[in-house]
C-alpha cells in the first residue's frame, strides 16, 4: 500500500508539473510569437521610411547590418533584393502568401518553413508606393535564443522540481499512512483516525466482536469435545480424505504407540483388517471389522463422510469387546455345560422310573432304583442351587445386607456339616487358628468355605486330612483350607475357577460334583472383595487362602 501511494502522489505530482512546463512553454511560445511579429511590423516599418528617404541604396546599407532578413519584390513577384541570398538565384515570390496580401491589402504576413533558409520564419509584408513590396522575415531560432540560452537551467529547475517531488511524496506518504498503519485492529473504535474511516473502523469493531463470540463457541466446543473423546474408553480417530490422521483420542494413542499416532493411516497400524476398513471408508462405504492385538479384541467401525471436494473423509471407531467376546463364549459354554449337566441326572431319573413303571425292576431292586432316583434328583437340585446362587453372584452383590462375621465359627460349621462325608472319606477334618471377624454375608462366605472343604475332601486321599485355618496376616484376615490330596497340576491351576471345569472328570462325577463349587467361591471372593491365593503340587496337596481386606 505505500508504495501505491507514494506512487499516486508521485505521479500526481510528476504529472502537475508536466502540465505546467507545457502550458508555461506554450504561453512563452505565443508571448515570444507575438513580440516577434510586433518586432518585424516595427522594424518594417522603420526599414521603409529608412528606403524611402535613402533609396535602394540606403536599403542596401542597412541589409549589410540587419540581422534579419530583407527581400524587396518587384509587383510581378520578381525579387529585386535580398540582404542574405542573390537575387537572381531566387524564384517568384508572386505566390508567397505574405507577398499576395500585401499587392492586395497593402500588408501581409505569414509563417512557415523557409525554403531558403530550411527553419520555420515569420515573414511580414508592406507595399511601398511605387508597388513594389518590402518583406521582413525573422527565424523562429532568433525568436527562442534566450529561451535555447536559459534550456539547461530549465532542466535543472525540472530535475531539482522532481527531486521535491520525490521528497514530498514520500513525505505526503508517510503523513497519510501513519494513522493508518498505527491503527489498532483488535480494538478498532479506540484510533483516532481519519473520519473517512469511521465507517470501516465500525464495522471492524462489529466484525472483531462477533469473530470474538465465535471463537469462544469454538474453544468451548472444542474443549467439550476433548473432554468428550478424552474419557472414551472407545478409541476415535478421524481420517482426511488423504488418508491423513487428522485426530486420535487418549483411547487410540494407548492402544497404538504414541510416535505413530500421526501421520499416514498407514503409520497406525499395520493389521490387515484394520487397513481394509479404512480403506473401505475412504472410498465412501461404511463398513465394520475385528481386530486382534496383544491378547486383547477390538471391534472396528469405519464410517464414510462426504467432503466438500474430491473423496471421503473417514471416522473410525475401535471397541475393545474383549470381556464381551470373552463373556459370550462363557455363555455358550455354560449354556451347553448346564444342558450336558442337567441332561446326565435327568437321564439316570428318567431310566429308573422307566424301569419301575414298566415293571421291570424286581421287588427287591425297587428300593435300590427310588435311592438312585432320589440321589440323582438331590444332585440335580444341587446343580439348580448353585446355578442359582452363581446367577445371584454374577449380578454384582447379594440381596442381604454384610453382617459382622466370624470367620473361626463359621468354619466349625462348616466342619460339623461335612463331618459325615469326612468320616466315610476316611480324612480328618480340623479347624485351628485364632477367631477373626469380617464384614460380609454370611451364607455367601459359609458356602464358600464349604465348597473349599468339600472339595478338599474329595479329592483327598485316604487316611488323609484337611484342615481349616483363620487368622490375620499383615493386619487382613483370612481363611486358609489345606489338604494332603492329590494335588492340582500348574497347567489347571488357573482353570480350576472356571465354570464347569473339572481337573478329573472322573473322579468328579463319581463323586457328585457340579463343577461350579470353585467358580461360586471365585464369586463371592469378588463381592467380598477378597483376594485368591492358590499353592498346590501334584501328589503334595492343595492350600487355598481367601485374604479379606484389612479391618479398621
Known amino acids: 500500500m505505500r508504495k501505491r501511494v507514494f506512487s499516486s502522489i508521485f505521479l500526481t505530482a510528476l504529472v502537475t508539473l508536466l502540465v505546467t512546463v507545457s502550458l508555461l512553454l506554450a504561453a512563452v511560445h505565443v508571448g515570444l510569437t507575438h513580440d516577434l511579429r510586433d518586432r518585424l511590423r516595427d522594424e518594417c516599418s522603420y526599414i521603409v521610411v529608412a528606403s524611402a528617404e535613402g533609396g535602394e541604396e540606403e536599403l542596401r546599407r542597412i541589409g549589410h547590418v540587419y540581422a534579419d532578413r530583407i527581400t524587396l519584390v518587384a509587383a510581378d513577384g520578381t525579387v529585386l533584393y535580398d540582404n542574405q541570398t542573390d537575387a537572381v538565384t531566387m524564384e517568384n515570390h508572386a505566390a508567397r502568401p505574405e507577398i499576395a496580401d500585401a499587392l492586395a491589402n497593402g500588408v501581409g504576413e505569414s509563417s512557415r518553413l523557409s525554403d531558403t533558409l530550411a527553419e520555420q520564419t515569420y515573414y511580414y509584408a508592406v507595399r511601398l508606393n511605387d508597388g513594389t513590396v518590402l518583406r521582413v522575415a525573422s527565424t523562429a531560432d532568433s525568436a527562442f535564443g534566450a529561451l535555447s540560452t536559459a534550456s539547461p537551467w530549465m532542466v535543472l529547475i525540472v530535475l531539482l522540481a522532481l527531486l521535491v517531488a520525490v521528497l514530498l511524496a514520500s513525505w505526503l506518504t508517510h503523513v497519510f499512512l501513519a494513522p493508518i498503519v498505527t491503527l489498532d485492529l483488535h480494538e478498532p473504535l479506540k484510533n483516532d483516525a481519519y473520519d473517512e474511516l469511521s465507517p470501516l473502523l465500525h464495522r471492524m469493531d462489529k466484525q472483531n466482536r462477533r469473530i470474538a463470540a465465535q471463537l469462544r463457541e469454538l474453544e468451548r466446543r472444542q474443549v467439550e ?141 425297587v428300593s435300590r432304583f427310588a435311592g438312585k432316583i432320589r440321589t440323582e434328583a438331590m444332585r440335580l437340585l444341587q446343580l439348580i442351587e448353585d446355578i442359582i446362587r452363581l446367577s445371584r453372584l454374577d449380578e ?157
Not at 450336558?340 to 421287588?363: C, D, F, Q, W
Not at 462325608?421 to 477367631?435: D, R, Y
Not at 464384614?439 to 487316611?463: C, H, K
Not at 473322579?507 to 463349587?517: D, P, V, Y
Open 225 to 365: 469435545f476433548d473432554d468428550i473423546t478424552a474419557r472414551m474408553d472407545e478409541g476415535l480417530v478421524l481420517f482426511s480424505a488423504q488418508g491423513e490422521i487428522l485426530f486420535a483420542n487418549r483411547a487410540v494413542r494407548e492402544l497404538f504407540p504414541k510416535d505413530t499416532a500421526a501421520g499416514s493411516y498407514l503409520t497406525l497400524c499395520r493389521d490387515a483388517e484394520y487397513i481394509r476398513a479404512v480403506e473401505t471408508a475412504l472410498g465412501g462405504e461404511s463398513t465394520h471389522g475385528r481386530m486382534e492385538r496383544d491378547g486383547r479384541v477390538y471391534a472396528l467401525s469405519a464410517n464414510a463422510v462426504e467432503g466438500t471436494g474430491q473423496g471421503h473423509a473417514a471416522v473410525l471407531l475401535v471397541v475393545d469387546i474383549t470381556e464381551r467376546d470373552q463373556a459370550e463364549r462363557q455363555r455358550q459354554e455354560f449354556t451347553a455345560n448346564v444342558s450336558h449337566e442337567l441332561k446326565t441326572p435327568l437321564t439316570s431319573i428318567m431310566g429308573y422310573a422307566e424301569i419301575v413303571e414298566n415293571g421291570i425292576a424286581r421287588p427287591e431292586d
Open 396 to 552: 454384582g452383590g447379594s440381596p442381604l445386607p454384610f453382617e459382622p462375621v466370624e470367620l473361626a465359627s463359621l468354619c466349625g460349621t462348616v466342619r460339623d456339616r461335612l463331618a459325615h462325608k469326612a468320616a466315610e472319606q476316611q480324612v480328618t477334618l480340623s479347624v485351628q487358628g485364632a477367631p477373626v471377624t469380617v464384614s460380609g454375608e454370611r451364607r455367601t462366605l459359609e458356602q464358600m468355605v464349604f465348597n473349599l472343604a468339600d472339595n478338599a475332601i474329595t479329592y483327598n486321599r485316604p487316611q488323609g486330612s484337611v484342615t481349616l485355618e483363620t487368622g490375620t496376616e499383615n493386619g487382613a484376615p483370612f481363611v486358609r483350607v489345606s489338604d494332603t490330596g492329590i494335588g492340582i497340576a500348574p497347567a489347571d491351576q488357573q482353570r480350576v475357577f472356571e465354570r464347569f471345569y473339572r481337573v478329573d472328570k472322573s473322579h468328579s462325577r463319581a463323586s457328585g460334583g457340579t463343577g461350579l463349587g470353585l467358580s461360586i467361591v471365585k464369586h463371592g471372593a469378588a463381592l467380598h472383595h477378597a483376594q485368591i491365593d492358590l499353592q498346590s503340587a501334584l501328589g503334595e496337596g492343595t492350600a487355598i487362602t481367601l485374604r479379606f481386606p484389612k479391618t479398621e
